[in-house]
C-alpha cells in the first residue's frame, strides 16, 4: 500500500469480487494490499515497538487503520503515508469527529517519493516489493530516529538478521547490518491478513547504529560487489580472477598518476547516500561480469606479464597479512569486511 499506483475499479459483487473490508472497499494483491485482521498480533506489534506518549510515529500503507488506532493511542502523534487515495478517505472518515483526529496526519503519495517528515519510530507493514529500497531510504534518514518495527517477506527479513555462515547471509545483510542493528521479533502467518499473501511474513526490529560507522560509499559498495559475487569460494580464489586484477590495478594505476601530478590527494566524498546500497541495479561502484569472473590470470613467466605478476602478488600480499586468502565471504563477520577494506586501502588498492 506504500508504493504502486492505482487503478480505478467498479463496486463488484459476486464470486469474482475482491472481499470488502468494511465502506465497499476491496484489497488488490498485485499492489502489496494485505490488511491485517488479528487483533492479538497488532497488539503485539505495538507492544514490540515500545512507543513512548511523547513518540512521533510514521506509520507507512496504514490501509484502513487497525494499526493506526493503537499506535495513536500509545503515542503523541501519527503520521500516516498511504499511495491508495481510497485507502485515504477511509482512513480520514474512521478517526474524524474523534479525539484522536488531531494527532493523525495523512500524507498521501509514494513512500519512495515523499520526502519524510521528523520521526521517532516507525511501523510500517509494506508492499513486499519496495522492502529493499525502503529499507535503506529509512536508514538514510537524519536525524536518525530510535528504531522501525517493518513487516517484511519472511525471507527477505531472515537476509536482514542472517550471521555469517547461514544460507541467506549476502551482500544486502552486510549493506544493513553496517548501518543498523537488525533484530527479528515474531513470524507472522499469511492467514492473519486479508487478503492472504502467498508467503509467511516476519516483523524484524531496526535500530540505526549510533554514532554510524564511517565506510566511503562507493569504496564499500565495490568492495562487497566483488567478495558477494561468488560468496563461497576462497577470497584468495576471487581475488586471482583476471576481470577483479584487472580492475583493482586500473583503479591503482589511476591513483598512483593522481598522486604524482597533484601530490597527496584528499579523496572527500559528499555526504553519503545509503538508500542506494540496497539496490542490485545501482552499479556506479565498480562492476564484475559474471561470465569473465572463473578466469584466472596466467602470469607463470614472462616479461610482458611482469607487471601483472607484480600487482597480482601485491593483492595475495594484503591477503595473507590479515589472514583473508582462506577465507569464504559468507562466513566473515562485518568487523572482518572492515578490516580487510582497510588493509586493501593501506596497501593503496581502492574499489572505485
Same mark, same amino acid.
Given at each position: 500500500m506504500a508504493g504502486g499506483k492505482i487503478k480505478k475499479e467498479k463496486s463488484k459483487s459476486g464470486k469474482g469480487a475482491h472481499a470488502p473490508y468494511q465502506g465497499g472497499i476491496s484489497f488488490h494483491k498485485s499492489k502489496g494490499q494485505h490488511i491485517l485482521k488479528n487483533p492479538l498480533l497488532v497488539d503485539t506489534i505495538v507492544q514490540k515497538a515500545g512507543i513512548k506518549s511523547t513518540d512521533v510515529i510514521l506509520e507507512i500503507g496504514p490501509g484502513t487503520g487497525n494499526l493506526t488506532k493503537k499506535l495513536l493511542e500509545a503515542g503523541k502523534m501519527v503520521i500516516a503515508v498511504e499511495v491508495d487515495p481510497r485507502m485515504v478517505l477511509e482512513l480520514q472518515r474512521r478517526f474524524q469527529g474523534t479525539p484522536l483526529s488531531n494527532r493523525l496526519k495523512v500524507i498521501q503519495g509514494d513512500v519512495l517519493k515523499t520526502e519524510l517528515p521528523y520521526f521517532d519510530i516507525c511501523v510500517a507493514n509494506i508492499p513486499y516489493q519496495i522492502s529493499s529500497p525502503l529499507t535503506f531510504k529509512l536508514l538514510s534518514h537524519q536525524p536518525a530516529f530510535r528504531c522501525a518495527i517493518i513487516m517484511f517477506q519472511r525471507e527477505f527479513a531472515m537476509r536482514l538478521v542472517a550471521q555469517p555462515g547461514d544460507k541467506l547471509y549476502c551482500r544486502l545483510t552486510v549493506n544493513t547490518q553496517l548501518l543498523a542493528r537488525i533484530f527479528h521479533l515474531l513470524k507472522v502467518g499469511k492467514n492473519n491478513f486479508r487478503p492472504p499473501p502467498k508467503v509467511d511474513s516476519s516483523v524484524v526490529r531496526i535500530e540505526p547504529r549510533k554514532p554510524r560507522i564511517e565506510v566511503k560509499q562507493k569504496e564499500w559498495d565495490g568492495f562487497l560487489r566483488i567478495c558477494f559475487n561468488r560468496k563461497n569460494k576462497t577470497l584468495g580464489s576471487i581475488f586471482r580472477q583476471k576481470t577483479v586484477l584487472s580492475l583493482l590495478e586500473k583503479?591503482?594505476?589511476t591513483l598512483q598518476a593522481l598522486q604524482l601530478s597533484q601530490g597527496l590527494v584528499e579523496n572527500k566524498d559528499p555526504d553519503m547516500d545509503f538508500?542506494?546500497?540496497?539496490?542490485?541495479?545501482?552499479? $556506479?561502484?565498480? #562492476?564484475?561480469? %559474471?561470465? $569473465?569472473?572463473? #578466469?584466472?590470470? %596466467?602470469?607463470e613467466g614472462g616479461d610482458a606479464e611482469g607487471e601483472a605478476s607484480e600487482f597480482k602478488d601485491k593483492i595475495l600480499g594484503v591477503l595473507k597479512e590479515g589472514d583473508f586468502e582462506d577465507k569464504r565471504s559468507s562466513k566473515l563477520t562485518l568487523q572482518e569486511?572492515?578490516?580487510?577494506?582497510?588493509?586493501?586501502?593501506?596497501?593503496?588498492?581502492?574499489f572505485s
Open positions: 583503479n591503482y594505476k538508500s542506494r546500497l540496497g539496490d542490485s541495479n545501482e552499479n $556506479e561502484a565498480m #562492476e564484475i561480469d %559474471d561470465d $569473465e569472473m572463473d #578466469e584466472e590470470l %596466467d602470469v569486511f572492515l578490516y580487510l577494506l582497510s588493509l586493501f586501502n593501506k596497501a593503496g588498492i581502492h
